[in-house]
Each structure stands twice: as C-alpha cells, then as structure tokens.
C-alpha cells in the first residue's frame, strides 16, 4: 500500500547517457511535484504538475523533461547527464489546494561518473 | 527568492535530552511546516502551522507558529535513538514550498 513509489531507488550511470525515473502515487492526489537534493542536502523544487499540465518550472536546464501521462504518474526524463546531475532526487504529491500536504517518495539516488 | 535560516546545522544530544530548534524568514508567511527526513528516505510531515502563535503537538514534538509570522521552533522532549534524523521547516503559500537547509539530530544513546 505504498503512497508514492519511485524507481529506480539507485541509478549508476556514465556522463553523457539519458535515464529516466519513474514515479507513482496511489493517493488520488491531483499535483505532483520533483524536488532535487543536492550533496548538503539542500532540497529545491524543479517541476510541479497538476492534472498533467506543467504548472512549476524552476529554471531548470531543458535537458530535463517531466511527463505526465496521467494524474498517478510523473516521470523524469534526464538527457546528456552531466556531473553535477548526481543528488537524490524525490517525487512528491498532493491536492492543488493543499500544497502544503505533500507526500513523498523514497527517493532516487542519481550518481553520474 | 525567499529564504528560511534554520540553525542549529547540527546537534549531537544524549537520549532523553530536549531538543529545540528554529527557522526564521525575511519574508511573513501564512503556514510553517515542519518535515522530518530519516537516513535513505524522504521527507514526512510532522506539523502544519496555519495561524500567528498557533502552538501544536504531535507526541513529543511541539511546534509553534511565531507572533511575528517570520519564524517558527520545533522541540522535541525526551529524545530517543529514531529522533535521528534531518529535520526541515518549509513554507507554502503561493509560492512552490521553499525548504529550510535542515537541521540534522543526532542521538547517542
């Protein structure tokens, strides 16, 4: 009965690959959100969606693409992975009206070499 | 942007030790909230603040809301070894929810 689920949990990969995440909410929530936390674990918002529309953009490079194919899903696309791309990276969700009763996944720890 | 000054960085406290620590904002708010993050997961609301010197509890922890709607504390009575953790307050509004750097507790039991 996991609220919000992402895979992978670990991502190992080489400078230059493109990777996706996956992300999955089981709460009926209608926005959900990517956070990145970087090595001092500073945690800042990339992207917010609600009802599949793209609501939040936080100066994030283009190389970055979330899709949302429905309500329950959010996805992180990454092309032409950089170094400094390596945090952990975590989904979240709630109701358009009550952002501030987010949920979050477990995380998904990016290391680019 | 906005910003959230959370202090302390870092604390190491003996088990059964009371904990108190603090975020504070150049900017007023309407809500404050406090999350906890355990090692590998991600972060989990403990306490929502909706209203200028609301004080609640959640267990051993009490958080309040500060008169001047520019901060907020977070104590934590009688520690014990699942305490560990990073604890962040956040703000929301109409605005993305900004995070504060966090504060990390750690407990010696």
């Known amino acids: 009965d996991t609220a919000v689920s992402q895979t992978p949990k670990y991502l190992v990969t080489q400078m230059g690959n493109d990777k996706s995440i996956k992300c999955e909410q089981n709460l009926g929530h209608d926005t959900m959100y990517w956070y990145k936390q970087d090595s001092k674990k500073f945690l800042k918002i990339m992207f917010s969606y609600n009802n599949k529309e793209l609501i939040i953009n936080e100066t994030v490079p283009n190389r970055f693409s979330p899709k949302s194919p429905d309500k329950a899903h959010l996805n992180l696309h990454i092309n032409s992975l950089e170094l400094g791309d390596s945090a952990v990276y975590f989904c979240?969700?709630?109701?358009?009206?009550?952002?501030?009763?987010?949920?979050f996944g477990p995380g998904t720890r990016l290391t680019v070499l | 942007g906005q910003q959230l000054n959370q202090s302390p960085q870092s604390m190491f406290i003996q088990e059964g030790e009371d904990v108190s620590m603090n975020c504070t904002s150049s900017s007023i708010f309407n809500t404050w909230l406090w999350y906890k993050q355990d090692p590998g997961e991600g972060p989990v609301l403990l306490i929502a603040?909706?209203?200028?010197?609301e004080l609640t509890s959640n267990g051993r922890l009490t958080a309040q809301f500060g008169i001047t709607r520019k901060d907020s504390f977070l104590n934590i009575s009688a520690s014990i070894p699942s305490d560990v953790g990073i604890y962040f307050c956040a703000n929301s509004g109409n605005t993305p929810l900004v995070f504060g750097k966090g504060t990390r507790l750690s407990v010696i039991a």
């Open positions: 603040l909706y209203k200028a010197g």
């Open positions: 979240a969700s709630s109701m358009w009206d009550r952002e501030d009763t987010q949920y």
